[in-house]
């Protein structure tokens, strides 16, 4: 037989044994074909599809190359490198050999789609929203019954639209193919952005019932759960959650693990995974990052909230204050503007630099070009995060700071600001961050807030007479444990109401009714309306006294009440966000108000309610201590965080590794 005979029987050969299943011996005919005829394109075509159908992309791309080489007009040759190429992370590549199939079969509707939506999806990788977003929806609208095109419209309609355009078009992706594991997890999502919990919550139990190692499904729908005040099956939830974690799966996201979870290992185990899985360390992408040696220090905030929101409350002052001598400071924006006087506050105070609409490596280069020394991470794992650029290292120094009160788990963040009461020495494991100690408490706070006056209780919905109890955490912060001391506490304080905060309908009836249940009047438990920040704080001073959460503390929230003369009862935790109560009160010079448990605690502000002299001289001594000591003392404060910030640049430039630092307490 001719020898190219016996290619051709060798090439039909291997296609009949792929047509039936037979794949390994596929491969061997086809390889046999290519030995007797290196330059076959029957053959090289053949064996290129073969591997990329294994998704051996790698070992196909070569082989489909060559074969292109051979047959340049085969459609199904370009498609088939146009999929390899995308499989091994070639997407401008495959773009164009989409492009090219598409072309050369003009009438096949899946390859034009294959075409519309890789070009999509480059747009996408390479940060240009715009094209990206038209791509998708040209594909919609010439492909609507591509669950694909409607996956893929969506996932950009998350970060450039809005949660409720995303929630159209993975309705429409999941009619079509409702088992897109995908496509559920991220519509549970945006119905979670968009406050919907009841639904997001329906949403991740059918995926976690159908995809039950699916990471962060468990904890998002704990989360839920616990901003409903929805506490069915709250302790099975938590012990699966935090089983997971103990066992390496990622079973929730590091914030909303906070709300319910006490052990500072468990909190690590979750952000460092958490870090790894999506946030990796990229820093090899740019080169090494020099620290400056001139006479001032860059400093840039990373945040998405530089509006009215509780980190820029807590830092819009700490910004003013900064030294302008030896540091220049610059606030670098994911998010917008809400032309609120706080955020004209900080852009009068630093250089507010956008980078809402810029990709991680476009982001990293804003921070090269501006030289920064130190980059503060003021997000982590809560609201609008950028942690994706810290990890391309655009500065030499990067620091952890005020948003996020944990580790954020990656290695390529230095430092932690902390105080010794957070992080204690022994705690100092848990971080992967070198702990950064301030003298007082870690939490900056502004002392030129303005409380509103001639608020009454009348406008706050109060009864004149009564004992107001308090707590206007997020209502997520309070489990079944808590609530079971507050209630006992209205039970044994005749005259007595609870004042909380949600605006959450549902929360409200669960709360009424988990109060029922342990014999107390729903009508005793109020619910406080979202006011702006004065009328709040004033509404505050109206309340007797705030009873603080665990194992996740007020934070804004407490230093908020303790600032309006409200004294803040707290129980010492185990972790950071379970201490910071501890922090505020021993930086504010009020130590009674600090109990070690929740026996404690519960006997401690009983005799508060009950013990009229008691509470008015705590309310006494707040009213003078908040004017002399350290907590809002925010220039003392800004003076020890620059040195904080200097202790790190000079170990930079003395080219010694990242290492626990503490700073000395300035007087006069």
Not at 68 to 75: K, V
Not at 334 to 348: F, H, Q, T, V, Y
């Amino acid at each position: 037989m001719h020898p190219i005979s016996q290619t051709t029987n060798k090439v039909t050969t291997g296609m009949a044994l792929r047509d039936a299943g037979n794949l390994p011996e596929a491969e061997r005919s086809l390889r046999l074909a290519l030995e007797r005829e290196p330059q076959n394109g029957a053959a090289l075509c053949g064996l290129g599809a073969l591997l990329a159908r294994q998704k051996r992309y790698a070992e196909a791309v070569p082989w489909l190359e060559q074969a292109i080489a051979r047959l340049p007009g085969n459609p199904q040759a370009h498609a088939d490198l146009a999929e390899s190429l995308r499989g091994v992370d070639r997407n401008a590549e495959a773009a164009t050999h989409f492009d090219r199939a598409a072309a050369l079969r003009p009438d096949d509707r899946q390859l034009q789609l294959l075409s519309r939506l890789q070009r999509a999806i480059v747009f996408d990788e390479q940060g240009n929203n715009d094209r990206a977003l038209a791509g998708f929806e040209d594909a919609v609208q010439h492909h609507p019954d591509s669950a694909d095109a409607w996956a893929g419209l969506g996932m950009v309609q998350m970060n450039v639209v809005s949660a409720a355009a995303a929630e159209e078009s993975f309705r429409r992706a999941l009619q079509i193919d409702p088992e897109r594991q995908l496509v559920n997890e991220r519509f549970g999502q945006v119905l979670q952005d968009q406050r919907l919990y009841e639904d997001a919550a329906i949403v991740f139990e059918r995926v976690l019932n159908r995809w039950p190692r699916l990471s962060f499904i468990p904890g998002r729908l704990m989360h839920c759960k616990m901003l409903m005040a929805d506490w069915m099956a709250y302790a099975q939830l938590q012990r699966g959650i935090e089983a997971g974690l103990a066992a390496g799966r990622l079973t929730s996201e590091p914030f909303g693990l906070q709300g319910y979870c006490a052990d500072p290992e468990l909190l690590q185990r979750c952000a460092t995974a958490a870090a790894a899985a999506g946030y990796p360390d990229r820093s090899a992408e740019l080169s090494p990052a020099a620290i400056g040696r001139g006479t001032k220090i860059r400093v840039g905030y990373v945040s998405g909230e530089f509006r009215n929101q509780a980190t820029s409350v807590l830092l819009t002052e700490v910004l003013e204050q900064h030294d302008r001598a030896r540091f220049e400071v610059f606030a670098f924006d994911n998010g917008w503007d809400d032309s609120s006087p706080l955020r004209r506050r900080i852009e009068a105070a630093v250089k507010v630099v956008p980078i809402r609409k810029l990709d991680d490596l476009e982001a990293a280069q804003a921070i090269r070009d501006l030289e920064v020394d130190i980059l503060v991470n003021l997000n982590g794992y809560f609201g609008r995060t950028r942690t994706a650029f810290f990890s391309l290292r655009p500065a030499p120094i990067q620091v952890n700071y005020l948003g996020f009160p944990g580790t954020v788990g990656a290695p390529y963040i230095d430092y932690i600001v902390a105080d010794r009461t957070v992080i204690p020495a022994e705690h100092e494991r848990f971080y992967a961050e070198k702990v950064v100690t301030l003298p007082d408490c870690y939490q900056p706070n502004d002392s030129q807030r303005q409380i509103a006056e001639g608020v009454t209780r009348a406008d706050a919905s109060l009864p004149d007479n009564a004992f107001v109890f308090c707590c206007l955490n997020n209502v997520y912060k309070v489990t079944p444990a808590i609530f079971d001391i507050w209630m006992r506490l209205l039970l044994k304080v005749p005259d007595s109401v609870l004042l909380l905060y949600s605006d959450i309908q549902v929360a409200h009836v669960n709360l009424h009714h988990e109060a029922g249940a342990r014999g107390v009047d729903p009508a005793r438990i109020l619910f406080a309306q979202p006011w702006a920040n004065e009328k709040h704080l004033a509404r505050l001073q109206l309340c007797d006294l705030f009873l603080d959460t665990l194992p996740y503390n007020a934070h804004t929230t407490g230093s908020d009440a303790l600032w309006a003369g409200l004294p803040v009862l707290t129980c010492t935790g185990t972790s950071f966000p379970g201490r910071v109560g501890t922090s505020l009160l021993q930086a504010l010079g009020l130590p009674e108000l600090v109990t070690d448990s929740l026996v404690q605690y519960e006997t401690m502000a009983l005799r508060l309610a009950t013990e009229s002299s008691l509470l008015a001289s705590l309310r006494q001594r707040l009213a003078v201590n908040r004017h002399t000591a350290p907590l809002y003392d925010t220039p003392t404060y800004t003076r020890h965080l620059e040195s904080a910030y200097a202790l790190m640049v000079e170990r930079a430039r003395a080219n010694l590794p990242p290492a626990p630092l503490g700073v000395a307490r300035q007087t006069g």
